[in-house]
């Protein structure tokens, strides 16, 4: 089991403008859920968010997140590259991490 943001979560980030999130679990809604509230405001306000990302070779370093999704047709999510834009002492380096599931915006 792990926790989900459930809807007042989603709710606040959406009335804070916040347009990308991502969560450390296989979903941000509550893992009971079976209509998915999250996904669903995220779809209606087009807002993304990302499930699962293993950023664990730039914790504790600022970073620019980066994702680029493969688009599937007819679906609302797919698979996605993340990449890392890391300032080292003003040194830019770009990191390839994985791929993740990339939800919430419509075809």
């Given at each position: ?65 980066v994702?680029?999704p ?15 834009l ?22």
């Amino acid at each position: 089991m792990f926790p989900g943001l459930g809807e007042d979560g989603c709710q606040w980030i959406l009335n804070k403008g916040i347009t990308t999130f991502g969560v450390d679990s296989p979903t941000p809604d509550n893992p009971m859920s079976t209509n998915y509230p999250v996904h669903l405001m995220c779809r209606h306000e087009r807002k993304t968010h990302y499930e699962n990302p293993v950023l664990t070779e730039v914790a504790g370093k600022r970073f620019t997140f980066v994702g680029f999704p493969l688009k599937v047709v007819g679906a609302h999510g797919g698979p996605t590259r993340v990449v890392a834009l890391l300032d080292e002492c003003g040194n830019w380096s770009i990191m390839v991490t994985h791929r993740l599931g990339r939800h919430g915006r419509g075809p």
